[in-house]
């Protein structure tokens, strides 16, 4: 094998163990009594019963503070504990509520 062949093949190993390290798994964390009591500021429980609707089909108080996301969507990472944000699907059905 040629130097140039063995470096290339190094090179290869090195970055695919690398990129198999620094894969990592996100997962949601289950819902303690702090975040409860955070989800209640925006009264996210109150509208559970939205999920599954079309966003298209639902009728919010003129006065909630909310913000609709949908898939892809940038959004700002500013946190207002008060905020209802309603996550859709490509459909434009409800799949996520939660303050923030």
Do not use: F, H, W
Request: charge should be negative; aromatic fraction near 4%; charged fraction near 15%.
């Amino acid at each position: 094998m040629t130097a140039m062949r063995r470096l290339t093949a190094l090179s290869l190993t090195c970055l695919l163990t690398v990129a198999a390290c620094t894969v990592e798994e996100v997962t949601e964390k289950p819902c303690d009594a702090d975040c409860v009591k955070e989800q209640s500021a925006c009264g996210a429980a109150d509208y559970a019963g939205l999920i599954g609707s079309n966003i298209a089909a639902v009728t919010l108080p003129a006065t909630l503070n909310t913000r609709i996301i949908g898939p892809g969507m940038a959004v700002t990472m500013d946190y207002v504990p008060t905020r209802l944000n309603i996550e859709t699907d490509g459909n434009g059905v409800i799949i996520r509520l939660y303050c923030g």
